[in-house]
């Protein structure tokens, strides 16, 4: 019975989030498109999309097309301009990081990127997702010596019948491969972060067990364990080459992965983990909402936020290129928050982030956070996933906060979507 309950408690938070972020993510086409402006103190970090791809996986649903060199490099071109566009109207930026696609699909031009922001920002961290095809000494050298912080490598799976149907077994390699990479590159940056995935409808616990065991052995000092995120255009795909996903038994796949790591790795997300007592690794994360209150969207098909503003570039790549080149920001929509749509995101991105102080947020939005988030707050402590009485907030029951994020990214997926069908 007892199990039947939590189950409709854990439907019923996916309805809500999933009810919200839709209007969140509801943009007004009449709205005003110029790039939001932000008075905060606060770091700042950037955004950097890179929408090219050797191989296109038929679970994804980022922004991203088969690699073009010639408009690859038109596109790294404007990236440049955009980026110095940002510059003109008074930002400084103190992170940045790279994101897609695939950022090294085109090394020089990427060096050139790093060197630029390097050049005009106060930039102290750099992070880079890249495949593990690209785990060479011509690919990561060159980051490791320009400064790069943090590698982030999608791998998603070590079970080669996963990568196989994923579309991913043939350009990045098998299993053994794979593992074999890892281990020469592991120690090139103070933070060499494994992306992996569970929920995938092949994917049995027998599997999953084999993924944590390799992991184990590993010992990378950081591990993004997401669940299978889909949108509405990929469903069908996924369940044409892969079956129906199945979110039900997300908390027992959750609970075997935090369970075998929590000797080894710490959490420093809901579903990110950090090795236990690794010396020079830096905080970021996958998921840079968390340590940045505010982020710009740089490139075709980057969201940002900024000044309590959520707004998107154009996903059409000639266009981006197009209207950069005139010395135009790329914005087609924008939406801005209203207070408590802004109270309300900080709550699940701070406490995705594992704690949220309250007295700070109320300082941030110059609102009594304890009273506009004190419905949310009195929930969560009530079916158990906020610690009563802990100042800050803090989570007792992550994986509530895994269904949250899901809904959340889902909901990006589906916007993501229908931008591209509207332009």
């Known amino acids: 019975m007892l199990a039947v309950i939590n189950q409709a408690i854990e439907d019923f938070v996916a ?26 103190k606060q770091p700042i970090m950037m955004y950097i999309h890179i929408p090219f791809c050797e191989e296109l996986c038929t679970y994804c649903s980022f922004h991203k097309i088969v690699f ?28 940045a990081y790279f994101g897609g696609g695939t950022p090294t699909i085109l090394m020089p031009k990427l060096l050139e990127i790093v060197n630029l922001i390097k050049s005009n920002f106060d930039i102290a961290e750099i992070s880079v997702e890249t495949n593990p095809n690209h785990l060479t000494q011509e ?42 990479k890892i281990s020469q590159f592991k120690d090139y940056f103070p933070t060499f972060n494994i992306d992996m995935m569970f929920n995938f409808p092949t994917q049995t616990e027998k599997s999953l ?20 995120m889909i949108s509405s255009t990929t469903k069908q795909t996924i369940e044409k080459t892969m079956g129906k996903v199945n979110n039900r038994r997300g908390r027992t796949l959750y609970k075997m992965i935090t369970t075998a790591l929590s000797a080894d790795y710490s959490l420093a997300t809901a579903w990110c983990f950090n090795l236990k007592n690794t010396k ?26 900024l000044g309590g503003s959520v707004y998107a570039n154009t996903f059409n790549i000639s266009e981006y290129i197009r209207r950069i080149n005139v010395n135009e920001f790329p914005i087609i929509a924008r939406r ?88």
């Open 139 to 180: 690919h990561l050298q060159p980051l490791q010596q320009m400064g790069v912080n943090r590698l982030s490598v999608g791998v998603q799976s070590f079970d080669d019948s996963i990568l196989q149907t994923s579309g991913r077994y043939h350009k990045y390699g098998n299993s053994s491969q794979i593992q074999e």
């Open 68 to 95: 073009d060199e010639k408009l690859a490099t038109a596109y790294f071109d404007a990236l440049k301009t955009e980026i110095l566009l940002y510059k003109q109207q008074g930002y400084n930026f103190k992170a």
């Open 209 to 228: 067990q084999a993924d944590l065991e390799i992991i184990q052995k590993l010992k990378v000092n950081q591990i993004t364990y997401y669940p299978l």
């Open 280 to 305: 020079n690794a830096t905080n970021l994360v996958d998921e840079y909402v968390i340590n940045y209150d505010e982020y710009a969207g740089i490139g075709s098909g980057a969201i940002g936020y």
């Open 336 to 423: 801005n928050f209203t207070t408590k749509e802004q109270l309300l995101y900080d709550f699940l991105m701070k406490l995705f982030g594992l704690s949220l102080d309250l007295s700070e947020t109320s300082k941030l939005h110059k609102k009594n956070a304890y009273i506009w988030l004190f419905p949310e707050v009195a929930f969560f402590m009530l079916i158990g996933g906020l610690k009563i009485q802990a100042k800050p907030l803090q989570l007792k029951d992550s994986y509530y906060w895994v269904i949250m994020m899901r809904e959340f990214f889902t909901s990006v997926n589906n916007f993501r979507e229908y931008c591209r069908s509207v332009e």
């Open 15 to 40: 309805f809500v989030i999933r009810k919200k972020n839709n209007g969140y993510l509801r943009f007004d086409p009449s709205a005003n498109c110029s790039l939001p402006q932000t008075s905060t």
